[in-house]
């Protein structure tokens, strides 16, 4: 009997809280105020069970990294704790490395702390990051980042991965966090395959002067970014001046995934350094069944509201933006307030596009448009939206690659030259129209 006893209870254990202070030692147990550790490494040494808590000195700087194994078991009814006690924030230092890293592992919340690097230039890593590579499209379940200022990584602020097939994370929120001045992008979600994380939420977060990496290849001077995800909402967030260094990022975007709501976010200010990109919002390769909805992007290089496949990327269908402003977006390359896409091999199918309001005027670097249709595209509605332009900007311009493209009951207003509708090769139609005419 007592040997059956033993082993029904071999991997039972009592959740710990574990103090770490700058008076700290790390010879003691860190089990009390008075008996905390000094540094983040006995914390990286222990095997962490659920309902334990990591406790870091308000106001005290500590070296990183702090890492996360798969010996560390948190769950989503029990996670892993990491935050800091007293007076203010704690800090954690990362110096060139990583701030906070997680490998196949999850169940772990992450509050109230300062994660800083040397500087996007030195810096070498992310200061959050959780990477899942596990085998048979592991799903580890939980993470939750809520109220922190993350700054100064070369690579991403928040970096949340998965690779291995269809392995990745599933109920991920992160909530009220600053992130801001690293190299590659503030917020980035990605995996292997389309559609892998499940369950994302990002709310109340501020991304902003995330330079963009001039050598990158691509996903450079994002704000936030959702890819490979499933049933996702990111709302009430900002993002501002990214990109200015990189080309291929967006202020807040989604690619290869579904069910995505982006909504009462503002993105605005946004740059590239080169040819592509550098816009408000994007629905971008391989997005279905998601929604753009009452948003608010102005003053972009970019497009305000991008709808765009890239290059062998699954099928991009079943999409809706509607309730949206664009103000001044298209500074730069000839984009526009709202702006169709296809560089790929698959389709660009299937969008409404409807109530929104969208103001666009000259530009020093291009010819803007309210609305550009700049290569093909199949079934999209166009109804019930606001139109304005002035100056040499554009009203509608569009490539003869539409099928079935429908406009009503739509209104466009041009202040000075009423341009409405140009195709390839540059063949004006309407310009002799009145101003507010409905362009249906």
Not at 222 to 235: A, T
Not at 322 to 347: C, E, M, T, V, Y
Not at 399 to 406: A, D, F, I, N
Request: charged letters at 20%; proline letters at 3%.
């Amino acid at each position: 009997m007592i040997l059956l006893a033993t082993l029904c209870f071999a991997d039972w254990a009592i959740a710990e809280d574990y103090y770490i202070s700058k008076a700290g030692n790390d010879a003691n147990d860190g089990m009390t105020l008075h008996s905390a550790w000094a540094t983040l490494e006995p914390a990286n040494k222990k095997n962490l069970v659920p309902g334990d808590r990591i406790l870091l000195e308000g106001g005290s700087r500590f070296a990183g990294p702090l890492h996360f194994d798969s010996e560390d078991r948190g769950t989503k009814e029990t996670p892993i704790l990491v935050t800091s006690y007293g007076e203010g924030r704690a800090t954690i230092d990362a110096g060139i490395g990583a701030g906070i890293s997680a490998t196949n592992t999850a169940g772990i919340v992450i509050s109230q702390i300062n994660i800083i690097g040397r500087g996007r230039n030195d810096n070498r890593s992310d200061g959050i990051n959780f990477y899942n590579d596990l085998p048979g499209a592991t799903k580890l379940v939980r993470i939750d980042i809520d109220e922190v200022d993350i700054g100064g990584f070369g690579t991403n602020g928040i970096s949340i991965g998965g690779w291995n097939g269809e392995s990745g994370f599933k109920d991920i929120r992160i909530t009220r966090a600053v992130i801001h001045d690293n190299g590659l992008n503030g917020l980035f979600i990605y995996a292997q395959q389309p559609n892998v994380h499940e369950q994302v939420y990002v709310g109340h977060v501020n991304s902003f002067h995330n330079s963009g990496i001039p050598t990158a290849t691509s996903h450079s001077g994002s704000g936030i970014i959702l890819g490979n995800v499933k049933g996702g909402v990111v709302e009430w967030s900002i993002a501002q001046d990214n990109g200015w260094l990189g080309n291929a990022g967006i202020g807040l975007w989604a690619y290869d995934s579904t069910g995505i709501t982006i909504q009462h976010n503002e993105s605005f200010n946004n740059r590239t350094a080169g040819d592509a990109d550098g816009g408000g919002f994007g629905l971008d390769g391989g997005v279905t069944h998601s929604v753009l909805q009452y948003n608010f992007s102005h003053g972009n290089d970019g497009a305000g509201y991008l709808l765009c496949q890239y290059r062998d990327a699954p099928p991009w269908f079943g999409n809706i933006v509607r309730h949206n402003l664009s103000i001044d977006d298209g500074r730069k390359n000839d984009f526009a307030g709202i702006q169709i896409w296809n560089g790929g091999s698959g389709p660009l199918a299937d969008a409404e596009i409807h109530d929104n309001v969208v103001f666009v005027g000259p530009s020093e670097q291009g010819i803007p448009s309210a609305l550009f249709f700049r290569s093909g595209s199949n079934r999209f509605f166009v109804h019930h939206n606001a139109f304005a332009a002035t100056g040499e900007a554009f009203l509608i311009r569009a490539v003869p690659l539409q099928e079935e493209l429908r406009f009503m009951n739509n209104r466009c207003w041009s202040i000075e030259q009423f341009r409405l509708f140009e195709t390839t090769p540059w063949k004006l139609l309407g310009a002799r129209q009145s101003p507010n005419e409905t362009c249906s």
